[in-house]
């Protein structure tokens, strides 16, 4: 098994136990830290990222071209589109949708997801995977469940912080893997310069290197 595997697994273990946590539940119909996003959506976008493998895994292996991440993030028409661009309405409506039988219902499915990929995650074969969203390309399977990882540990944070809890503590290797991959985003969208100096020089660095 590939170890961004056990990495995500984890992750996802720890996005499933903060699906459940009371404050969660008590929040769900406030709104959350990103905009035009309620708590109950973007815990159900959370969710999905644990519910996407098992979709993909189910289907045919694409005929598609498969490609590397990074070009799959340089092709993704959605980073750093607005609010109201269809994909991002389809975000959030699909998150709504997921959240649609409330809190503990979602917590119950999550954590059953996880549990059954434990088993069959590590056992999946080495293939190309896509999602009907993309344009004519696939990833390999290791590199979408590391896309899948960005997106849990980007919205733990953005969950925690929307119901006033501590961001979860996932491995140290977890959070570089994902750094990593937003560095480089940020790097083609802002430029190198923009990133160093963002990263050590403060009087001189640009008003954001947002990888998303």
Do not use: C
């Not at 954590?111 to 190309?128: F, I």
């Not at 590199?143 to 540990?153: A, G, H, K, M, Y």
């Not at 953005?158 to 501590?166: F, H, I, K, Q, W």
């Not at 940020?186 to 050590?200: K, N």
Request: hydrophobic share 45%; net charge negative; charged share 20%.
């Amino acid at each position: 098994m590939a170890h961004v595997r056990e990495l995500y697994l984890t992750a996802a273990e720890s996005a499933a136990k903060l699906l459940a946590a009371p404050e969660v539940a008590a929040a769900w119909r406030e709104p959350s830290a990103l905009p035009k996003l309620s708590v109950h959506g973007l815990a159900g976008h959370l969710a999905g990222q644990i519910f996407a493998l098992p979709k993909v895994l189910g289907e045919p292996v694409p005929i598609e071209e498969t490609i590397p991440i990074h070009d799959y993030y340089a092709r993704a028409s959605w980073i750093g589109s607005d609010l109201d661009d269809p994909f991002n309405v389809n975000i959030r409506t699909g998150g709504e949708k997921d959240a649609t039988g409330g809190p503990a219902a979602l917590a119950d499915r999550a954590g059953a997801a996880v549990r059954d990929l434990r088993t069959t995650l590590p056992a999946a074969p080495s293939r190309p995977v896509r999602r009907p969203t993309w344009g004519p390309w696939s990833l390999t399977l290791d590199d979408f469940v590391t896309s899948r990882l960005l997106e849990i540990v980007i919205h733990s944070d953005d969950l925690a912080y929307s119901v006033g809890v501590p961001t979860p503590a996932l491995p140290g290797e977890a959070v570089e893997t994902v750094v990593d991959l937003l560095a480089r985003i940020a790097m083609r969208r802002h430029g190198a310069t923009g990133v160093v100096r963002a990263l050590s020089r403060a009087e001189r660095a640009p008003a954001s290197i947002s990888a998303l």
